[in-house]
């Protein structure tokens, strides 16, 4: 016989964040899958377990093809959450497995797609990741988000608004930190995030989130960390 009189359990629900990479395929899809499968030879992990959104959104009801193209990105180990951009309705669509579609995300930017040691000197320069940490030489632009769930990333330079780091361990700004900062994407409750100048958007650990009106207006512009403590992120000088 339950005994009703105990106290109920508190319910414990936190956010999560996580950034999706969307891919927009064009037509003719078989040549835009030959470019994906160089891809995938270049930079063999860049995909692996990535949630994907696939946008449809450049492609008609009758491009050539794509009845056949979602199950060949699935042959390729490409992980699709979700599917914006086109009609359920479409024939060549009908032998497809749907998935869900998320609501509410916001785009964050480009992301750099790693080359090959071999690619052409005309290629934008890629960070290189030593020690299990990816070095970002030079500053983030507004709109560029940095994507690197496998450790720390660590920026010579400032971050802009409107920029965006994300990394599975902890985030360091050698610079003015201005954009958003996410750090421990993949659960990592110690990771933590240090500026030299902190004005950040906004700072996440492990999920939990601070905006810029919640920081000290004493610690905007002097050399902090952030860190996660009972599930609230406190920001302190390092100064």
């Not at 914006?84 to 797609?113: N, Q, T």
């Amino acid at each position: 016989m339950s005994d009703d009189s105990r106290p109920l359990p508190r319910i414990r629900a936190r956010g999560r964040s996580f950034l999706a990479l969307v891919l927009s395929p064009e037509a003719a899809l078989d040549d835009w899958l030959r470019g994906l499968d160089a891809q995938i030879a270049r930079s063999p992990s860049f995909f692996a377990g990535k949630p994907i959104i696939l946008d449809l959104g450049l492609l008609s009801a009758d491009a050539e093809g794509l009845a056949d193209f979602y199950p060949a990105l699935l042959e390729r180990g490409v992980r699709v959450i979700g599917i914006e951009g086109g009609d359920r309705s479409w024939p060549a669509l009908a032998g497809w497995d749907w998935p869900d579609s998320f609501e509410g995300g916001r785009a964050s930017g480009a992301v750099a797609i790693p080359e090959d040691d071999a690619a052409e000197d005309t290629q934008p320069p890629q960070p290189a990741a030593p020690a299990g940490a990816l070095i970002v030489e030079g500053p983030v632009r507004s709109g560029q988000s940095i994507l690197y769930p496998d450790g720390d990333v660590i920026v010579i330079g400032s971050v802009a608004s409107g920029a965006e780091i994300s990394a599975g361990g902890s985030v360091h700004v050698y610079g003015t930190l201005r954009g958003r900062a996410i750090a421990g994407m993949g659960g990592q409750a110690g990771a933590r995030i240090f500026a030299t100048v902190m004005k950040a958007e906004l700072v996440a650990i492990d999920g939990y989130y601070m905006i810029a009106e919640e920081v000290d207006p004493a610690l905007t512009s002097r050399a902090v960390q952030a860190l996660l403590e009972d599930d609230t992120i406190v920001v302190r000088a390092m100064d």
